[in-house]
């Protein structure tokens, strides 16, 4: 896909094909995913990012900045396929200000 192709998907169609195609050549399905996420250290938005992987079985880690301003969240959860991927990261996304790596 070139780049000019590439950019007419993310302006006109979904945003995520182009991750969901990278998702489907390089990962087997059922699969342990790994998700990494950067927030403010605050209650509500940290309350926001657990519930969403409430009852998932995921295990979830957490660490602190050096100045205790922003929490990093490291999430391995079961999933089925890509779209179970691009699901996770569409509802994070709806957390203000969250870093997505």
Do not use: C, H, W
């Amino acid at each position: 896909m070139s780049i000019d192709e590439n950019k007419n998907a993310s302006l006109n169609g979904d945003p995520y094909e182009n991750f969901r195609s990278l998702l489907q050549q390089s990962i087997v399905f059922p699969t342990e995913y790994t998700f990494k996420f950067i927030i403010k250290a605050e209650a509500d938005k940290i309350t926001a990012l657990k519930s969403m992987f409430e009852g998932t079985g995921a295990r979830l880690t957490e660490a602190s900045s050096s100045g205790g301003k922003y929490k990093s969240f490291t999430v391995q959860v079961q999933v089925q396929d890509e779209e179970e991927v691009i699901a996770y990261y569409k509802e994070v996304s709806r957390i203000d200000s969250v870093i997505m790596l």
